[in-house]
Each structure stands twice: as C-alpha cells, then as structure tokens.
C-alpha cells in the first residue's frame, strides 16, 4: 500500500493506524517493525471504531502470529483518539512516531471494483464526510511527535475529501 511506504517505518518506532480495518496496511506496518529483530521496542496501535471491522482486523493479523506481539488493537473515534502516554511532554508533543490515516470516504474510488456502490453512491457522501476527515487528520497531526510523519489518504478521487481536506490542514 502506497501511504505506509511514504512513512519509512524502522523497527522501534511507534506507529497508530487510525483507521484501520481491514488491515492491509497494518500489516504492512508490523512486517517493516519487524525488519530487524534486534530491535524490539517498536509497535503499532491499529484502530477501527467499528467492533465488526476491528474483528476483521484482529483475524488479519493474528495470521501474521509470530509479529503480533507488536500490536494493540484499539476502538475508539479516530476524531477523538486519546493520548496514550502518561507523561506530560509527550501529551503536548505527541507519542508517535508515524501514523496512517486512511480516513472514511465516499469510496468512488472502488467503483469499478464494487459494482453494487454504484447504487448507493450519491454526490453528497463527500460533502458529509469532509469535515470528520478534517477532524480525525487534525487528531493525528496532534499524536505525532516533533519530526513524524503522517499520510494522509482515502480510495476517492473527490477533491472535497482529498485536496480540499489537505489545504484545510495546512491553513490550520
């Protein structure tokens, strides 16, 4: 998956997938924390707010058993994820080191692989999720350490969710 290349994961960072069900790109995460055993402390918290999807989550990973000891599965709202340090410094600072935010979308982007959304697809799904996208990045900004990165992304081509959401966090 493209977002979790652009993070350049090394084994000891820590790292929150916000979104995370089905789990693609939580795997993705947990074999580059695994590169090099040698290195244990790093490990990624994968959240889904929906029981039924962080179930599927949790089933993806298990198959990957001999890393799982690297992760937290979490369900929480993304837009309101709370902070996972005791320490001061690192509630102002953030705690993490990378985090993916693959946010919630119209999904006009699997059109072509999911035919039967055509059906419930309508122009304004978009304009309903803008402001959660907004909400959920802006969580994300504030959990990430001084010098971390996050990736930003959805599987729509809608500007709304996509550039109009970027350009929403960068007057913020």
């Not at 989550?57 to 005791?86: E, G, I, N, W």
């Not at 690192?90 to 059906?119: A, F, H, N, Q």
Request: aromatic content about 6%; charged content about 20%.
């Amino acid at each position: 998956m493209i977002p979790v290349s652009f993070l350049d994961i090394q084994p000891g960072h820590y790292v929150l997938d916000m979104c995370a069900s089905p789990g693609s790109k939580t795997s993705q995460v947990l074999d580059q924390l695994s590169s090099d055993p040698s290195i244990p402390n790093g490990f990624v918290v994968a959240n889904d707010v929906d029981p039924k999807r962080g179930y599927i989550l949790v089933r993806r990973c298990v198959a990957m058993s001999s890393v799982c000891d690297k992760l937290l599965v979490t369900q929480h709202k993304a837009q309101k994820f709370p902070y996972t340090s005791s320490t001061a410094e690192e509630t102002t600072r953030g705690c993490y080191d990378r985090i993916v935010c693959d946010v919630p979308c119209c999904g006009d982007g699997t059109l072509r692989k999911s035919p039967d959304m055509w059906r419930r697809w309508h122009p304004g799904f978009a304009i309903g999720l803008h402001t959660l996208q907004i909400q959920i990045a802006m969580r994300g900004l504030s959990l990430l350490k001084v010098g971390g990165i996050l990736t930003y992304s959805t599987c729509t081509f809608n500007p709304i969710e996509d550039e109009a959401v970027v350009a929403a966090l960068l007057r913020k």
